[in-house]
């Protein structure tokens, strides 16, 4: 009886989302075995905070909600308003980001907004609030980035990184509990107040689009840790935030609504590794407002029509969240969800741990060719600062490259290394044998250095002599002209992009690191190749399952012809014989040249794709047709 309510209570969720859901399978007690497994994996990354350190995040925006409503009384009141009245305004503290969806790990910052009524102005915000914050005993590096598109103060408050954002309503009071859902509050609001609220709204809607709650947690912080560890999670550098990453997770709980976590996490690299991108990524229909505020609609906007892996906000105006993404970055992130299938479905069947998910391969010994840019200054806080503005222009860069006819892809690391003058006179010890060199000059003198690197991947031509100066001269010219129009290039500052070949990267990082980073490769190709001869041995098995049962057939089919003839003539062997030629073709096109690793692909992968329902090997004949069958509605419906 508790199994059929539970199963009456789960029927609406399939209707979430832009389709129905593919399974409302319920999960299996292996299901429940292997999310056990995926939450113990996660526990030494530090994922996890204890109920302690949850208090102390709940008691700052406590105090933080106390001093909003303090500070809106105080400036009502200094604007000549009764202090009966200037009580009764309200303010208020909401979070958003991974804070208020629940995944967030040890240390993380909040992405909070500071909510105000109409009376208060947005320069109240950053010049009486902001003189308060500071005056507070609990606050540190408290800075205000009043320009930026989203104007934001950033602060530690108490140990805790906070980035506050501000909005202000036009109401005259705003109450304790009121929705920032209601699409109406956004009349008359200025465009940096409607982006300021995106984030909250976006969080709010991804929340109630979700049919399990506890479900999308565990498997978005198993994706969110999973793409860091694979370089592929940072917005600025084209690669996917984390709201577009929930976002995904949460289309997959709608597809597989009654799924644990570890199943999520192995359906979402089966529908995200076949999704036909540009095709949008969409939690909810598109909300039928009008307010004259810009949405994403490629059948109006030119500009939405060349973004290659749309994925839309679903709260009002809804944006594309990925519009950073370039042809390189798409390439990474889509050889990232192939690579995560392979290793799931392996993961699924008992032949890998969750820990092989969380493991990526060198990025250094990836590529032979690099891109490294140097970022220097002479203050610390100038090269947070610069570094900040330099981040976020290195996808022109990326673009730029990607425009040279002879580069095939233009790889970004997303990792900002700071370089270490030890590293510049330490012998190469990067196990390449053609490296002659002994001791190297330093590569930068400056007191603060820091470096990106973008792998380069060359199309094969002989005799391949290309020239990235203009690229290179373009990017530096603009990034600096950037810094000199906002008022931000100091004396120091500089910014120097330099090509290296692989064998020289122990000028520029430490050579215990790219050690490690050629064992991670050792061990990744080790991996592959293992993964390889297991599948060919298993498509060999079935090929010779097949040819078994396909000889015992036509044997049998002879026999029983040979029978009703009387047993006279042989020629009934050729009225037979082209009754078994198809089927013998299509075997033999499956065990010879491309049709072998059509074979192996289409029978293994795709019946490990479909969970652990399939985990028999001989029963490769009727559970493979249904695995593929399954396989493509999944695509269809997705």
């Excluded at 690299?269 to 076949?274: A, E, H, I």
Aim: hydrophobic share 35%; charged share 25%.
């Amino acid at each position: 009886h508790q199994h059929q309510k539970q199963q009456q209570q789960q029927q609406p969720v399939k209707q979430l989302g832009m389709t129905s859901a593919i399974s409302l399978a319920e999960p299996r007690p292996e299901d429940l075995q292997k999310t056990e497994e995926l939450r113990k994996a996660l526990e030494p990354f530090k994922v996890f905070e204890t109920q302690d350190e949850l208090n102390h995040r709940m008691e700052i925006l406590a105090k933080l909600n106390t001093l909003v409503k303090q500070w809106v009384k105080d400036v009502s009141m200094a604007k000549n308003m009764p202090e009966a009245a200037a009580e009764k305004l309200g303010g208020k503290i909401y979070t958003f980001g991974s804070y208020r969806l629940g995944v967030h790990h040890k240390g993380a910052d909040i992405d909070a907004l500071c909510v105000a009524p109409r009376n208060i102005e947005r320069t109240d915000y950053f010049t009486s609030f902001f003189e308060l914050l500071k005056k507070q005993s609990e606050v540190t590096e408290c800075r205000s980035v009043e320009e930026a598109f989203v104007p934001v103060i950033k602060m530690n408050f108490d140990g805790i990184e906070i980035d506050l954002l501000f909005a202000r309503l036009s109401l005259k009071e705003i109450p304790d509990d009121f929705d920032l859902r209601d699409d109406n509050l956004l009349k008359n609001l200025d465009p940096r107040s409607v982006r300021s609220l995106n984030g909250c709204r976006v969080t709010d809607e991804i929340l109630a689009l979700v049919p399990n709650i506890e479900n999308f947690r565990l498997a978005l912080r198993s994706i969110k840790l999973w793409a860091k560890k694979h370089g592929i999670y940072s917005n600025s550098l084209g690669y996917f935030g984390g709201v577009t990453w929930a976002m995904l997770v949460a289309r997959t709980c709608q597809l597989y609504p009654n799924a644990t976590a570890s199943t999520l996490v192995h359906k979402f690299f089966l529908v995200f590794s076949r999704w036909k991108w540009p095709n949008p990524v969409l939690l909810k229909h598109p909300d039928n407002v009008n307010l004259r505020f810009p949405v994403w609609d490629p059948r109006v906007n030119a500009s939405d029509r060349y973004h290659l892996m749309p994925i839309i906000t679903p709260a009002y105006p809804q944006q594309n969240s990925t519009f950073n993404v370039s042809e390189s970055t798409k390439k990474v992130i889509l050889n990232e969800f192939n690579r995560g299938m392979v290793t799931t479905d392996e993961i699924m069947i008992g032949r890998a741990t969750w820990d092989r998910l969380f493991e990526a391969p060198s990025f250094f010994y990836k590529y032979r060719h690099f891109i490294v840019l140097l970022v220097t200054s002479q203050t610390g806080d100038d090269q947070l600062e610069w570094c900040g503005l330099v981040e976020s222009k290195i996808r022109l860069l990326v673009g730029n490259l990607e425009r040279n006819q002879h580069i095939s892809l233009a790889h970004v690391n997303p990792t900002c290394f700071d370089y270490k003058k030890g590293a510049a006179n330490t012998p190469n010890n990067s196990g390449n044998d053609d490296d002659k060199s002994g001791a190297n000059p330093p590569v930068c003198s400056a007191p603060f250095c820091s470096m990106w690197f973008i792998g380069l991947e060359f199309e094969r031509t002989e005799n391949l002599n290309v020239d990235l100066t203009e690229s290179i001269q373009n990017f530096t010219e603009h990034v600096i002209q950037h810094g000199v129009n906002i008022k931000m290039l100091k004396d120091g500052m500089n910014i120097e992009a330099r090509h290296v070949k692989r064998k020289s990267l122990s000028q520029y990082l430490d050579t215990d690191f790219l050690k490690r980073e050629r064992k991670s490769m050792d061990q990744h190709n080790s991996f592959s190749n293992a993964l390889l001869a297991n599948r060919k041995r298993i498509s060999g098995e079935m090929l010779t399952q097949k040819k078994a049962r396909l000889s015992e057939s036509q044997t049998e089919e002879n026999s029983n012809a040979s029978s009703d003839a009387g047993g006279t003539t042989p020629t009934s062997q050729p009225t037979t014989a082209p009754n078994f030629t198809p089927d013998a073709k299509s075997s033999n096109n499956g065990g010879n040249g491309n049709g072998g690793g059509t074979a192996s692909g289409s029978n293994s992968p795709r019946s490990n794709s479909n969970g652990s329902n399939n985990q028999n090997p001989n029963s490769n004949g009727n559970s493979t047709a249904t695995a593929t069958a399954a396989a493509t509605a999944e695509v269809a419906c997705s």
